[in-house]
């Protein structure tokens, strides 16, 4: 398992922990945009090989399109989902598993966590349209 935390130094702020497993410490390339608002992508996964999970939480109310980069595209071309998040609730955890060339399109809460886990082959990814 690796755990990466980006920190922005100057301000001493914590802006994302992602946490991948079943991938060694040099196979990853989990990339992080910014995340909502900022002009930054809301999630990107990077490369999730066989066994490899990430997980990203929600915190704002609206509808995140999302692909993978290898078997889809923005805008919903081939393996593409929506995840529709709505007011508070109780937080939640809502685990998918990839098992073939789709991804979910699911509701859920305010500062519900989506966990993806790639039970395939072939590398994936999950990836927000914007």
Same mark, same amino acid.
């Given at each position: 398992?690796? /755990? !990466?935390?980006? /920190? !922005?130094?100057?301000?001493?702020?914590? !802006?994302?922990?992602? +946490?991948?497993?079943? #991938?060694?410490?040099?196979?990853?390339?989990? +990339?992080?945009?910014?995340?909502?608002?900022?002009?930054?992508?809301?999630?990107?996964?990077?490369? !999730?090989?066989?066994?490899?999970?990430?997980?990203?939480?929600?915190?704002?109310?609206? +509808?995140?399109?999302?692909? #993978? /980069?290898?078997?889809?595209?923005?805008?919903?071309?081939?393996?593409?989902?929506?995840?529709?998040?709505?007011?508070?609730?109780?937080?939640?955890?809502?685990?998918?598993?990839?098992?073939?060339?789709?991804?979910?399109?699911?509701?859920?809460?305010?500062?519900?966590?989506?966990?993806?886990?790639?039970?395939?082959?072939?590398?994936?990814?999950?990836?927000?349209?914007?």
């Amino acid at each position: 398992m690796v /755990r !990466l935390m980006i /920190r !922005l130094t100057t301000l001493g702020l914590l !802006l994302a922990v992602v +946490t991948m497993s079943g #991938c060694s410490s040099d196979s990853n390339n989990a +990339t992080g945009n910014g995340g909502g608002g900022g002009g930054g992508r809301e999630f990107v996964s990077g490369d !999730l090989g066989n066994g490899a999970s990430f997980q990203h939480v929600f915190g704002t109310a609206g +509808t995140y399109a999302y692909f #993978c /980069r290898y078997h889809g595209a923005a805008g919903g071309v081939g393996m593409s989902g929506t995840i529709t998040v709505t007011g508070t609730g109780t937080a939640a955890m809502h685990a998918f598993s990839i098992t073939d060339n789709t991804l979910p399109s699911t509701t859920i809460h305010v500062n519900d966590t989506v966990r993806w886990t790639n039970n395939t082959v072939m590398t994936h990814t999950v990836e927000s349209d914007n």
